[in-house]
């Protein structure tokens, strides 16, 4: 490196003198230098050391958020489950009970509706045996009878019989059916809104989950950029004194050049008388 300067006082003369600045070199220059790159590296390692326990707090803070939703959810799902368990199990037992009422009513009303057979089929056969008698005593006198009617009449009764207890196994069984529909469609609403709540709950706790995510982010982000900042700042500080130590080594290399100058020319001026002598001699 070179520096410029006038002979005698700055500002004043017309002679330029060309200074090499070897001085920048020299072992306190550079130990001064390095003791300021060790201080920097230093607090480059406490900013570093800072940022990571920060950095450890924020993951603490946000797991233990993270964690508090998580539970929140689970404690608010498993209580939507218990709720509607009951409910479920309330309608079973409602269902059960429902079906065994309905099934006793046709129990009793298929027995009463075979006493009736039963009856109807005892008159039926009073009759039969009435009519059997005239018959006999018909064919006595020498008159057929005839036994188609009877027969038919017999027929008719277990026909009749027949249908009406598979009438009355058509109307149980579809009110049966009815029944198991009804609670069907019961459970399947109920199971619908159990569905709806517990996916209002699972979005509710995303977008909350998506909100600390974000904080988290922007945490994070503004942390790094006060560190890089802070960096940014350091190795300014750093080199605006590493200019600063050599602009005093120039400013002291100038003056001691400057004060050199006139023991310079006088050394000058003295060569030159000698050599203006030799001749002389």
């Known amino acids: 490196a070179v520096v410029s300067t006038q002979s005698g006082h700055?500002?004043?003369?017309?002679t330029e003198d060309i200074i090499t600045i070897s001085d920048l070199t020299n072992e306190s220059y550079k130990q001064r230098v390095?003791?300021?790159?060790?201080?920097?590296?230093?607090?480059?390692?406490?900013?570093?050391?800072?940022?990571?326990?920060?950095?450890?707090?924020m993951m603490m803070k946000w797991?233990?958020?993270?964690?508090?939703?998580?539970?929140?959810?689970?404690s608010e799902t498993e209580s939507l489950h218990k709720k509607y368990n009951s409910q479920l199990d309330k309608l079973s037992k409602e269902r059960k009970k429902e079906l065994e009422k309905?099934?006793?009513?046709?129990?009793?009303?298929?027995?009463?509706?075979?006493?009736?057979?039963?009856?109807?089929?005892?008159?039926f056969d009073k009759e039969v045996s009435k009519e059997t008698k005239l018959q006999k005593k018909s064919i006595k006198r020498g008159i057929t009878p005839?036994?188609?009617?009877?027969q038919r009449a017999e027929e008719d009764l277990r026909v009749q019989q027949f249908q009406e207890q598979q009438e009355l196994?058509?109307?149980?069984?579809?009110?049966?059916?009815?029944?198991?529909?009804?609670?069907?469609?019961?459970?399947?609403?109920v199971v619908l809104s159990r569905e709806k709540d517990l996916n209002e709950i699972a979005i509710r706790f995303c977008d909350r989950l998506f909100e600390t995510g974000l904080s988290q982010l922007e945490q994070n982000f503004s942390q790094?950029?006060?560190?890089?900042?802070?960096?940014?700042?350091?190795?300014?500080?750093?080199?605006?004194r590493t200019l600063a130590l050599e602009e005093n080594e120039l400013l002291k290399q100038q003056e001691v050049d400057r004060k050199g100058v006139p023991k310079k020319i006088k050394k000058e001026k003295s060569?030159?008388?000698?050599?203006?002598?030799?001749?002389?001699?």
């Open 10 to 14: 700055y500002g004043r003369g017309h």
């Open 34 to 57: 390095l003791r300021l790159r060790k201080e920097v590296e230093k607090e480059y390692m406490e900013l570093r050391q800072s940022e990571q326990r920060q950095q450890k707090k």
């Open 63 to 74: 797991k233990k958020e993270r964690d508090d939703i998580g539970r929140e959810e689970a």
């Open 102 to 123: 309905t099934e006793k009513a046709h129990r009793i009303e298929f027995n009463n509706l075979l006493d009736l057979h039963k009856k109807q089929k005892t008159k």
């Open 146 to 150: 005839d036994f188609l009617p009877l």
């Open 169 to 189: 196994g058509k109307k149980h069984k579809s009110a049966m059916l009815e029944l198991e529909m009804k609670f069907l469609n019961t459970t399947r609403d």
């Open 224 to 240: 790094q950029r006060d560190h890089n900042q802070l960096k940014h700042n350091k190795e300014l500080d750093f080199t605006k």
């Open 271 to 281: 060569t030159d008388c000698d050599s203006a002598l030799i001749p002389l001699l």
